[in-house]
Nanobody, 128 residues
């Protein structure tokens, strides 16, 4: 059974850091893309970062997160992490892990319908 479980959400102060983890099970080595999305208040869910495998190329949704967030994989634990630094209140939201075997629209890596499997998400709250 394919399952994605997120960990690591919580509270942080502006300028602080959090690291989210997503444990993927039931895929074996078949999944090729694993991404982080988020839903912030007042907005639709949006992509944050994605990583392909093998090769491990990371892509970020915009320059703002690219400079502050890092997506990485721990192959031994079948886990993908999202390290978030210099957090601000606009980063508050529910963060989701998503995975898929193939992405068909390679020019649009954050289309939600490309990702077949989703976790339940973890809440991140940034406030002073």
């Amino acid at each position: 059974q394919v399952q994605l479980v997120e960990f690591g959400g919580g509270a942080a102060q502006p300028g602080g850091s959090l690291t989210l983890s997503c444990v993927a099970s039931g895929f074996g080595d078949r999944w090729n893309w694993l991404a982080w999305f988020r839903r912030v208040e007042g907005k639709q869910r949006e992509g944050v970062a994605t990583m392909s495998w093998p090769g491990g190329a990371a892509e970020y949704a915009d320059d703002d997160v690219k400079g502050r967030f890092t997506i990485s994989r721990d192959s031994a634990r079948n886990t993908v992490a999202l390290e978030m630094r210099d957090l601000n209140e606009d980063d508050s939201g529910h963060y989701y892990c998503a995975a898929t075997f193939d992405i068909h629209d390679i020019d649009n890596l954050f289309r939600e319908d490309e990702y077949k499997f989703w976790g339940q998400g973890t809440q991140v709250t940034v406030s002073s």
